[in-house]
């Protein structure tokens, strides 16, 4: 920190010598954010599908099956099928969020309104909806963009090197990187701006509570597309490895493989846009969580709107950051070798994370008091500029150290994926036993990071701190989603070039660029559920904030040994075993109806199953089953997240939801990580194998792979389903409970109505 500010202080004082006007530095990031995302997509679309000019020489060199017109025709044909499916789910699932986000709004409005008044109710309920809006948009960019570039990568993997292809997935994942970033930023900001036409400042904690129905829209569409998505993609995956691989030995993209179609379907709506409108509820509420409470601050509300919307700028300066970094991979250090590809992909986080710490120095100096005091939800204290910035940078750095933890375990290049693979010499049951031990394991160093922030944050700013500290590790967040939705790319890159059987080394370099994708993916949910657990806490302290506010009451202390508090922390850290439970079953029955089809499939057409044969499965009826499925299934989670903190409320009280929240954040944070990593690390075994580094381990169809893909098809809901949805359930009862904490505490002075405590 020293030499930090003994380097940058000259430049903070030249700097803060030139007003900055918030509203045009957010504004201006933002419009940048979006055209970098319109640049990168103009330069993916430059590969054209069904043209091969310019390839004949790279495809006679990998002296290919067909034709180059052929070629194209099955990629054409695979494309368009993976688009119609995509497509056709989101549009049914979408359709379904926008019933409900209808009826929610009207009770939002009516609660609030009854709670409060009726403006107050309308405001919240319409930033419910611009948030639910926004993450569907972003949930449909980031689809559509997968889509559009998955193909293309096929085309130049066909290239000589892996720099043309890999270059393709990463800035798939640019698009999608910054254009959420950039749009969701915009659009809280405007309504924050519009919002601050008819609020005075001594209003403004009204006004910040009204625009924290931006993040509970935002993260109520991330549930629904996470669970929903999730479901859609592990049937199909689950159903694709289980018969294809493990009874009839063809790989899981094999195009004689009816369900094939689905799992690549699955890729796009799950991994892709679940993530996006995951991240971005992430940003919404970490961003909503710090306005309510610096809203309540006076020195904060003195020094002007800048400082009052600091997350925001943070944010936005992160953009700015993250596209400085984006020509790390593709220009600076290009991927020339199949060793470079992770490597690439690290340094994008590690070099974004250190230039935002004198990003933030600055503009923590530009924008905050030098001093200020925070009336803290059991003290008042006096904080500085150092210790705001201390608190961004602790997220952040603490960001990356989870996100190289998440590596390290998931990853086929160290020890922990390596030694499951030698648990597979011995069977399904052995490489099961080490890959959940390898996930508990992988909890201790993110848990003692999260820890350590909470404690340097919260002693520093109080939930304040905590609050920023999550908006720092969410600081580059258009990084984070371009190496998260470059992941599936490449997955789904790789069974196109399988169904449209090109040669072999075409799919060596996809395998090898989705074995990266898989470890960046994992990372991706290591950031998610870091962030979410530092979010819901941070939306923990706006919900006592709130409940100080509506009692008017000096301090306001939670005692956990009250009896009702401790009760219900026990049922809330009970919510996140009962969700995995009905996430993890659905993935199961829906499962169970791809098998059943798949085998139906090749008992009736044993046509299939010859390798030189011309018949074609049906790919309709499996994408079929899982959209069903995944839209039957994803409504009974939903609702046990969503109406779990507002029964507490009415019927118990506040006290019972602050022991739900807390409950629900201690055991679902260990929980997700251990699922996702445990499920990350069965998948790279698998692929480890596969790749047959080590000819002793027999490759693909070894009694040793078939062993691995026991646990990668067991780790599949684990890792893409229950495990990141739980980060979710975490935020989404936090923001619930901090939109309707002025209604619970208008049912009898906040003990509900069953009023337990006299």
């Known amino acids: 920190f020293s030499y930090i500010q003994r380097n940058l202080d000259p430049l903070v004082f030249k700097m803060a010598a030139v007003p900055v006007d918030p509203s045009t530095f957010i504004i201006a990031c933002c419009g940048i954010s979006l055209a970098w995302a319109a640049i990168q997509f103009s330069i993916i679309s430059q590969t054209k599908l069904g043209s091969t000019n310019g390839y004949e020489e790279e495809r006679a060199s990998l002296k290919g099956k067909h034709s180059s017109r052929k070629e194209m025709e099955l990629l054409r044909e695979v494309y368009e099928a993976i688009s119609a499916g995509a497509e056709a789910f989101l549009r049914a699932e979408y359709s379904y969020c926008a019933v409900f986000v209808v ?29 639910a809006i926004t993450s569907i948009a972003s949930g449909y960019i980031g689809m559509r963009v997968a889509v559009y570039s998955n193909v293309r990568t096929t085309i130049n993997a066909q290239k000589p090197g892996y720099m043309p292809c890999f270059n393709t997935a990463f800035r798939a994942g640019s698009v999608m990187g910054f254009a959420l970033s950039g749009l969701g930023i915009l659009v809280l900001y405007v309504t924050l701006l519009v919002f601050s036409q008819y609020f005075e400042q001594d209003n403004w904690i009204l006004m910040m509570e009204c625009v924290s129905g931006y993040g509970l829209g935002g993260s109520s569409i991330a549930l629904f597309g996470r669970v929903g998505g999730g479901i859609y993609t592990k049937a199909a995956d689950v159903g694709a490895d289980l018969v294809g691989k493990v009874v009839h030995g063809i790989p899981e993209d094999d195009p004689r493989n009816p369900a094939t179609i689905a799992d690549n379907v699955g890729d796009n709506v799950g991994d892709v846009a679940g993530m996006g409108a995951d991240l971005f509820g992430s940003f919404a509420e970490s961003t909503c969580a710090a306005l309510v409470i610096a809203a309540q601050t006076p020195d904060l509300l003195a020094q002007g709107w800048g400082a009052v919307c600091f997350p925001l700028v943070v944010s936005a300066t992160g953009i700015l950051v993250c596209l400085l970094t984006s020509f790390l991979a593709t220009n600076i250090y290009p991927v020339t070798s199949e060793n470079r590809i992770e490597l690439a992909l690290r340094l994008q986080l590690i070099v974004t994370t250190l230039l935002l710490v004198p990003a933030t120095y600055v503009v923590t100096n530009m924008f905050i008091p030098a001093t200020f005091q925070i009336d803290g939800v059991s003290r008042v204290l006096s904080a500085t500029q150092q210790d705001v910035f201390i608190c961004v ?89 371009t190496i998260d939705a470059y992941g599936p790319v490449c997955d789904n890159a790789g069974g196109i070039a399988e169904m449209a059987e090109l040669h072999k080394d075409v799919r060596k370099k996809t395998d090898a660029l989705d074995a990266a994708g898989n470890t960046t993916a994992a990372v991706g949910k290591g950031f998610a559920i870091g962030s979410a657990a530092l979010v819901s806490l941070a939306l923990y302290g706006a919900f006592v904030v709130r409940i100080k506010v509506a009692s008017k009451i000096a301090e306001t202390n939670v005692e956990i040994l009250q009896p009702l508090t401790f009760a219900f922390l026990l049922i809330g850290s009970m919510l996140p075993y009962w969700f995995s439970a009905m996430t993890m079953k659905s993935v199961g029955k829906a499962a169970m109806e791809m098998v059943a089809e798949v085998k139906d499939q090749f008992e009736r057409n044993p046509e299939l199953l010859n390798p030189v044969g011309t018949a074609r499965p049906d790919y309709d009826r499996c994408v079929a089953i899982s959209t069903k499925a995944a839209l039957r299934e994803m409504i009974a989670p939903g609702a046990l997240v969503i109406l779990a903190p507002i029964l507490t409320g009415v019927f118990f009280g506040v006290n019972a939801v602050y022991g739900l929240l807390t409950g629900g954040l201690l055991s679902g944070v260990q929980l997700a990580i251990s699922m996702s990593n445990t499920g990350g690390a069965w998948d790279n075994c698998k692929k480890y194998i596969e790749a047959n580094v080590d000819p002793s381990l027999g490759g693909k169809g070894s009694d040793i792979h078939k062993a691995a893909v026991v646990g990668d098809t067991v780790g599949d809901p684990l890792k893409d389903t229950s495990g990141p949805s739980l980060n979710i359930l975490m935020k989404l009862m936090a923001i619930i409970s901090l939109v309707f904490a002025d209604f619970f505490f208008a049912i009898n002075g906040g003990r509900g109505l069953l009023n337990l405590i006299q």
């Open 103 to 131: 009826i929610f709004s009207v009770i939002i409005y009516m609660l609030i309104s009854w709670s409060q008044d009726t403006t107050i109710g309308f405001l919240t309920a319409l930033s419910f909806v611009l948030g």
């Open 393 to 481: 940078v602790s997220g952040a750095v603490g960001g990356l150290i989870i996100g190289l933890t998440t590596e390290y375990y998931t990853s086929k290049e160290y020890s922990p994926v390596k030694e499951l693979v030698e648990s597979c010499r011995t069977g399904a049951a052995t490489n099961i036993i080490y890959g959940l031990s390898l996930g508990y394991k992988s909890v201790i160093v993110p848990v003692f990071i999260l820890a350590f922030i909470i404690y340097v944050a919260f002693s520093l700013c109080d939930l304040y701190g905590v609050a920023l500290a999550a908006v720092g590790m969410l600081g580059n967040l258009a990084t984070g989603l």
